[in-house]
């Protein structure tokens, strides 16, 4: 699988847009674009995957560049609860297990 | 949504104790599921595969006499940390894979091992 490199971490006030960027500049044609989030003590929630189109689904939007080699996550309206570490992960659904990086902490404050 | 069920969710015990994980799948069939352990402040560490009917995969390092995995049913897999001392002590988290093309994988919510 691809790897993928995200900031270490930022920042977001409450109720504005949560924009989380991730690049996969090696990602292949056949390996889907994953977001997924952990919150503390808890198990990674996934949060939305597309492969070439851009995504919309209740939590997030995913936006694809159009040569692949980067995505951006986008929470419209973030919130306290939004507060996580996101892990963008590059998968070609193979079967084989998910591999985490160190993902993006995202604060969010009021 | 799929939902993958841990159990427990915390475990304190003393050294020289096993300790079984349960991770089960809800409301689908899991051919295949996964096993992560997290130390603090660490990312998820892939620890094996697990798959229905057949013995799990190992990562390199992970020991398959310590961590026994078994996946009985396509809804049940356990993890057993046989005679677990203070260094095992981590958060376990497991993942189910549901199949097909373009399903994402659930976690569960991770077991906290405590071990004394």
């Known amino acids: 699988d691809a790897k993928t490199t995200q900031p270490t971490s930022m920042d977001c006030a409450e109720g504005r847009a949560a924009n989380l960027p991730c690049n996969h500049s090696t990602i292949s044609g056949n390996e889907y674009v994953y977001w997924y989030r952990q919150i503390h003590s808890q198990g990674p929630q996934y949060i939305i995957h597309g492969l070439k189109n851009n995504e919309t689904n209740e939590m997030a939007s995913l936006i694809i560049t159009e040569d692949r080699k980067s995505s951006t996550l986008i929470l419209p309206h973030a919130t306290l609860r939004d507060t996580a570490v996101y892990y963008c992960?590059?998968?070609?659904?193979?079967?084989?297990?998910?591999?985490f990086g160190k993902g993006t902490t995202l604060s969010v404050s009021s | 949504g799929a939902v993958v069920s841990q159990h427990p969710s915390w475990v304190i015990c003393k050294s020289g104790t096993s300790v079984k994980i349960e991770c089960r799948s809800l409301?689908?069939?899991?051919?295949?599921m996964f096993w992560y352990r997290q130390f603090p402040k660490q990312s998820l560490m892939l620890m094996a595969t697990?798959?229905?009917?057949?013995?799990?995969?190992?990562e390199q390092g992970v020991e398959k006499d310590k961590f026994l995995i078994n996946h009985a049913s396509l809804t049940l897999s356990t993890l057993t940390v046989t005679s677990a001392h203070p260094e095992d002590s981590s958060f376990y988290i497991c993942?189910?894979?549901?199949?097909?093309?373009?399903?994402?994988?659930?976690f569960g919510d991770g077991t906290r091992l405590s071990i004394l």
């Open positions: 409301d689908f069939q899991a051919t295949t």
């Open positions: 992960i590059a998968d070609n659904q193979a079967g084989t297990a998910l591999i």
């Open positions: 697990s798959n229905e009917g057949s013995k799990a995969t190992y």
């Open positions: 993942s189910a894979l549901e199949g097909g093309r373009d399903q994402p994988q659930h």
